[in-house]
């Protein structure tokens, strides 16, 4: 068969159009992060899905590493033991700088404020709400408040609980008295479900407490995501800026009413903080989320795998907050997105992720397979071939037309 040169053209065309998927081959190598020391070996963390360059790439292309990305011509980060952070504005969203920040980590305790994203809404603060033998099931000397089986509590006290003294049994309590008719495991698929809703689709809870669990993991980027979320409530707002707090005495049980206060040091010994969540196990080592305000300008900053080797995690989130602040405000690596505005799949290689909604270059891929890049382009190529089989048929088709004296006639 004869090809036209029209179709030489849409061949080319197709071929040479975004659709086909552009290949990473020559992906620069990793900026190191900047660390006081390499990380300490520790226990060998739960497994984690393998890495799926969509989910890597929400918020914009440039946090696809796992390695340090900073705005052009800005100061170096300080050093921190941190494995993986982000800073971010929480009012514009933009992504002033992270190491890893799609790398996957364990959470420990900042879970807790996927638990408040999901159940805030969710629950009626002044409602008074018994506590049950199973909120008490634990892991033995974890954090707890300290909340008796059969005492009666406002749900706002219970919230003071989970986010100043980071209580595993209150993270309990809470999840079962928003998961509905399933009760905690109720709790749980909606702390899941929430997470995919915000486009942190790199977390999973197992726990609603963050105490370690299989298949529990999270990123920089996505704490970020859920850390917005969570300072868009003026509730949450309220909580963790609350220094102190009273939990009341239960006569029926002879418990004596006590105070708590907050551990996170960052609202005492950093000008302008607003609050936060601290985090720590074993296999997570030391994870942090810190905001502060100055100059009319909020940031978060997200830290996972923290050794505490010259600083403590929210001494470490001090000093990345304090370089955020000198960025110019226009700085930025990426955005986080907002929820619902991520795609289903990765964008054409040509397209900027800040081209999508709420910047995102796509969203999460769950359960790809591998050949589906190399199916997809040997579509396209059918399509080509076919559509100039198509082209050269129509063009041959007019000339025995022209010839016999007569024109097309077109059918509707």
Not at 125 to 154: C, F, H, K, M, N
Not at 404 to 411: K, L, Y
Request: aromatic share 4%.
């Amino acid at each position: 068969m004869r090809v036209s040169g029209l179709a030489v053209a849409v061949i080319a065309a197709l071929l040479t159009s975004p659709l086909v998927p552009a290949t990473d081959a020559g992906a620069a190598a990793p900026v190191p992060c900047p660390r006081p020391a390499p990380p300490a070996p520790g226990p060998t963390p739960s497994a984690t899905p393998p890495a799926d360059p969509v989910a890597r790439a929400v918020g914009g292309a440039r946090l696809a590493t796992a390695g340090l990305v900073v705005p052009p011509k800005v100061p170096t980060p300080p050093k921190v033991a941190a494995t993986s952070w982000v800073v971010a504005d929480l009012d514009t969203g933009e992504v002033l700088g992270g190491c890893g920040p799609h790398e996957y980590a364990t959470p420990a305790s900042v879970q807790k404020l996927l638990l408040a994203a999901t159940m805030l809404p969710r629950l009626d603060p002044t409602e008074v709400v018994t506590i049950t033998a199973g909120d008490l099931d634990i892991e033995p000397g974890s954090s707890a408040v300290g909340l008796v089986a059969g005492g009666r509590y406002r749900v706002e006290t219970l919230w003071l609980g989970l986010l100043l003294r980071s209580g595993n049994e209150v993270a309990n309590a809470l999840a079962r008295l928003g998961g509905g008719a399933d009760g905690m495991a109720g709790g749980l698929r909606a702390m899941n479900e929430q997470a995919q809703l915000l486009g942190a689709y790199q977390t999973h809870a197992a726990t609603p407490s963050g105490l370690d669990g299989p298949g529990q993991f999270t990123s920089a980027y996505d704490l970020a995501l859920i850390a917005r979320a969570c300072f868009d409530d003026e509730h949450f707002r309220r909580y963790v800026a609350t220094r102190e707090a009273d939990i009341p005495a239960q006569p029926k049980q002879r418990t004596k009413g006590f105070t708590i206060d907050n551990d996170n040091q960052l609202l005492y010994r950093y000008p302008g903080a607003l609050g936060g969540k601290t985090g720590y196990t074993d296999l997570a080592r030391h994870t942090y989320v810190g905001a502060a305000e100055r100059n009319g300008r909020r940031l978060v900053v997200t830290l996972l795998g923290a050794d505490v080797i010259d600083k403590r995690g929210w001494q470490q989130g001090a000093a990345l907050l304090d370089w955020g602040f000198a960025l110019p405000r226009d700085a930025s690596v990426g955005v986080l997105v907002r929820p619902g505005a991520t795609t289903a799949s990765a964008p054409p290689s040509t397209m900027p992720p800040q081209a999508l909604p709420g910047g995102a270059s796509g969203g999460e891929a769950t359960g790809r397979h591998p050949l589906a890049h190399p199916i997809r382009s040997a579509s396209y190529v059918l399509l080509a071939v076919g559509l100039a089989v198509g082209v050269g048929a129509l063009i041959g088709r007019r000339r025995r037309l022209r010839t016999a004296g007569r024109a097309p006639t077109s059918r509707g």
